[in-house]
Each structure stands twice: as structure tokens, then as C-alpha cells.
């Protein structure tokens, strides 16, 4: 048996896995459609603020 320990190749994996395994879906829910809204209104700012050529 080894004793090094092995992560997850991104932090945001080890959360979600720490929310699934906690069994909190419903939080982890509420967390990813934040995100997604915020990413939408990120993407709407751009687009209306770009030039239409």
C-alpha cells in the first residue's frame, strides 16, 4: 500500500465530490445554477457591448 495521497486533477472535483458524498444535491444544485447564471450574464455584457459589424 502507498501512502501517497492522490487528488483530484482539478480542486472543483474533490468539492463536488465532497457535496455528492455528504449528500447535499440540492446545495450542490443551488451552487451550479449560480454559476450558470452568472456565466449567462457574463456572455449577455459581452455581446452587448461589442459593435455589430
Sequence with gaps: MSNTIEHPPHPQDA???????????D????ILVDALDEAFRI???????????
Design 15 to 25: 468539492a463536488i465530490a465532497l457535496f455528492l458524498q455528504e449528500d447535499n444535491a
Design 27 to 30: 446545495r450542490l444544485t443551488d
Design 43 to 53: 456572455l449577455n455584457d459581452e455581446l452587448v457591448s461589442r459593435p455589430l459589424h
